[in-house]
């Protein structure tokens, strides 16, 4: 059952030294603040915890993976302190993700959007269906995807990321990103698919945890700016969704 929470939901459910963290919201399990607040706090917590040497990643339902930051709080935005911290929000999930000293195996059903592919391009090990079709379509109210680029670019690349962000209105299908590296599989089925997660993260579960936690820092190395980074990014965005130009893009959309 899908959540009917406003602010979302998260739950953690522990099998063996496995952390399965499911996210959720209405809104096509898209992030207000509170909900990405929540989630930077789970990670960095199971980060501390020995017991756990892997995390699988998912969202609710057999729709959307994630539809990004919440629309409403993007609109709701009136000064650049608001800005800079709404889109601090993703800068501070995916410094969780990158610092976490446990791999995240993502598990993708469906569409991702906006900051929802920047939670996809920092797991360490993506599976998804054919379903997983993904888009930046920052572009088309006025700003960018500054905050989730670096990511984004770690895994496709600046050809795939600049792809991805300029053509803002179409989809890449989920072979597509499996071509470019988001994706390690992709299979039919929802079924197909949770199969190949229990058995990657079992796997996973099973070797040395200090040689994954070792692997872990060997696939982020040279993003240790990323704590600056990624907040001077969202600074960007901050001030660009304050510009008239995404103010009037917004109430379009906002009527649709």
């Known amino acids: 059952m899908k959540t009917t929470r406003q602010n979302g939901s998260l739950y953690t459910s522990i099998q063996k030294n496995i952390a399965i963290i499911e996210f959720g919201h209405p ?3 898209s992030f207000p ?11 960095n917590s199971i980060a501390k915890n020995d017991a756990i040497s892997v995390i699988v990643l998912k969202s609710e339902g057999e729709k959307a993976f994630c539809a990004g930051a919440s ?3 993007l609109v709701a935005i009136s000064s650049l302190k608001e800005g800079k911290q709404f ?9 969780a993700m990158r610092t976490c000293g446990k791999l995240i195996v993502g598990r993708v059903q469906g569409k991702a959007v906006g900051g929802g592919v920047g939670l996809v391009a920092a797991c360490d090990y993506v599976l998804a269906t054919e379903n997983a ?4 379509s920052e572009f088309t109210i006025g700003i960018g995807p500054f905050v989730i680029a670096p990511a984004v670019k770690r895994k496709v690349g600046v ?4 792809e991805l962000t300029l053509d803002a209105t179409n989809w890449k299908n989920s072979y597509w990103a499996k071509d470019k590296g988001l994706y390690a599989k992709v299979f039919e089925t929802i079924k197909e698919l949770d199969e190949e997660v229990e058995l990657l993260a079992s796997k996973l579960a099973s070797y040395n945890p ?5 692997m872990k820092k060997v696939l982020w190395e040279n993003t240790q700016n990323w704590d600056e980074l990624l907040v001077e990014r969202a600074a960007i965005s901050g ?7 995404t103010k009037k893009a917004l109430t379009k959309f906002s009527k649709k």
């Open 27 to 29: 809104a096509s399990n």
């Open 33 to 43: 603040s509170e909900l990405l607040e929540r989630l930077t706090k789970e990670l």
């Open 133 to 136: 079709s993904i888009k930046l």
């Open 239 to 245: 001030e660009l969704v304050l510009s008239e130009i």
């Open 87 to 95: 889109f601090a929000g993703f800068a501070n999930v995916i410094n």
């Open 210 to 214: 200090d040689a994954l936690s070792e």
């Open 71 to 73: 629309f409403d709080e």
């Open 159 to 162: 050809a795939g990321l600049s």
